[in-house]
T-cell receptor
Framework: GDSVTQMEGPVTLSEEAFLTINCTYT??????LFWYVQYPGEGLQLLLK?????DKGSNKGFEATYRKETTSFHLEKGSVQVSDSAVYFC???????????FGQGTELSVKP | GAVVSQHPSWVICKSGTSVKIECRSL??????MFWYRQFPKQSLMLMAT?????????EQGVEKDKFLINHASLTLSTLTVTSAHPEDSSFYIC????????????FGNGTRLTVT
């Protein structure tokens, strides 16, 4: 079945460092891909998404490109802030965001 | 923006009792809601899909008699953990889909269940 694999955390960075969180997927067809963020004690919030190959999703300085050839959707940000500390989940959906399959999550900790 | 309210945010109960968790869509109608379970430091595992007016669809390995789901209206789904045991302690999260094309899924803030 479909699955999502993320790089293991925790990832610890200094403020203003460059961030990459790797995400690869296994799926039939052409799923939609998502990044969700979970701040401490809160539910998940949609960070960005891409619905077809070569699409780039972006939000709040984060971006990820849907790469069909490498089945990847890596999350990047050029300069992280302390407020970006959270757990990031990569996910896919075969029905445009209804039923989601999540990766295991990557905890990001940004130090001042 | 769209909001999903989940209640309670945390609950402690004794082994053998039942606990009900509510998930409400506050400003949109949700024909479909999803219930997830999240273990510490792990991902969200889909438990079931809740459909308004019909029976829930459970994922493989999830006991439907233990995790009762009711979706009585377009804005409310409930998850009842029956005869709870310590191994049911977890973080339960609901999400709701407006159902319109590319509309995003909206998540509740989760319920921390501790069974003693």
């Amino acid at each position: 079945g479909d699955s999502v694999t993320q790089m293991e955390g925790p990832v610890t960075l200094s403020e203003e460092a460059f961030l990459t969180i790797n995400c690869t997927y296994t799926a039939t067809g052409y799923p939609s891909l998502f990044w969700y963020v979970q701040y401490p004690g809160e539910g998940l919030q949609l960070l960005l998404k891409a619905t077809k190959a070569d699409d780039k999703g972006s939000n709040k300085g984060f971006e990820a490109t849907y790469r069909k050839e490498t089945t990847s959707f890596h999350l990047e940000k050029g300069s992280v802030q302390v407020s970006d500390s959270a757990v990031y989940f990569c996910a896919l959906s075969q029905d445009q965001g209804g039923k989601l399959i999540f990766g295991q999550g990557t905890e990001l900790s940004v130090k001042p | 923006g769209a909001v999903v309210s989940q209640h309670p945010s945390w609950v402690i109960c004794k082994s053998g009792t039942s606990v009900k968790i509510e998930c409400r869509s506050l400003d949109f109608q949700a024909t479909t809601m999803f219930w997830y379970r999240q273990f510490p430091k792990q991902s969200l595992m889909l438990m079931a899909t809740s459909n308004e007016g019909s029976k829930a669809t459970y994922e493989q390995g999830v006991e439907k008699d233990k995790f009762l789901i009711n979706h009585a209206s377009l804005t409310l789904s409930t998850l009842t953990v029956t005869s709870a045991h310590p191994e049911d302690s977890s973080f339960y999260i609901c999400s709701a889909h407006p159902g319109a094309g590319n509309s995003p899924l909206h998540f509740g803030n989760g319920t921390r269940l501790t069974v003693t």
